[in-house]
């Protein structure tokens, strides 16, 4: 029998399953390895051993083995380096991060590292923790998201005659296109979402601010509206579903809570 090789890593908590009467599925992103799937044998047992450790997204230090790189991880321990504690004594804080941690589950494989990517959520689950719940962060965290993994949205120029957007015009964003589409371009009897040049301007200068400058970013609300509506509909086009954390987001602001 293949013997287990041994790993160490900074980790974050994307989702967990209880599994038999005593186990736990967990799935992992991580600094060095990416997304991981792991089973914590007795966790449910052993309230000492995992104590705060596989909760969503808290921030720990990992040590698990495997036989195979592509097979389940067996998650040894855990040692908590930030449970966010005041995330999750804020409701709006909680569903925000929740929704960012299902985001980036929803858009990586299994064992593709992207040490960038693990350090945007990081990044952005600390400032969640240590600021307000502003949604305007989570359209610069979805921004930064798709930057990284290639799906960027093209707000700086017209995606079909490339011409560079101009101030005062008006723009549609096309979904399945990608990106915006200036007056002469979009078909008038084809559904495209309104876009002004404020909110391109601002999700452009939000998706590369520093992050100690972004909770300065305040978005007005057009330009929040704006933004919320393209950037949902353009990620469900590309994962081909809306994520179950969205629904419960829309629910809650539909509520006024």
Do not use: W
Request: hydrophobic fraction near 40%; charge should be positive; glycine fraction near 6%.
């Amino acid at each position: 029998m293949k013997s287990c090789s041994n790993y160490q890593t900074e980790a974050i908590v994307l989702r967990s399953l209880d599994y038999g009467e005593s186990d736990k599925i967990v799935t992992f992103y991580t600094a060095d390895f990416g997304k991981v799937k792991g089973i914590a044998k007795g966790a449910r047992r052993s309230q000492k051993r995992f104590a705060n450790t596989l909760e969503a997204f808290s921030c720990l230090e990992l040590l698990f083995s495997r036989r195979r790189p592509e097979g389940l991880a067996f998650i040894e321990a855990g040692k908590v380096i930030n449970h966010y504690p005041r995330i999750r004594a804020d409701l709006k804080k909680t569903l925000f991060s929740s929704y960012m941690v299902d985001m980036t589950d929803q858009f990586t494989l299994e064992n593709k590292a992207n040490h960038e990517l693990f350090r945007l959520l990081a990044d952005f689950l600390e400032l969640f923790d240590l600021g307000s719940a502003s949604e305007d962060l989570v359209r610069f965290f979805e921004m930064r998201l798709l930057k990284l993994l290639g799906y960027e949205p093209v707000l700086d120029c017209c995606v079909a005659c490339r011409m560079p957007v101009q101030n005062g015009a008006m723009y549609h964003f096309s979904v399945r296109d990608g990106g915006v589409k200036c007056g002469t371009c979009f078909p008038r009897d084809y559904d495209y979402l309104g876009i002004s040049t404020g909110t391109m301007k601002s999700m452009l200068l939000g998706k590369d601010l520093e992050r100690e400058k972004l909770t300065r970013l305040i978005l007005p609300e057009q330009c929040a509206r704006e933004s919320r509506l393209f950037l949902e509909k353009f990620i469900a086009h590309l994962l081909g579903k809306e994520l179950k954390s969205l629904n419960v987001i829309r629910e809650i602001r539909e509520l006024g809570i």
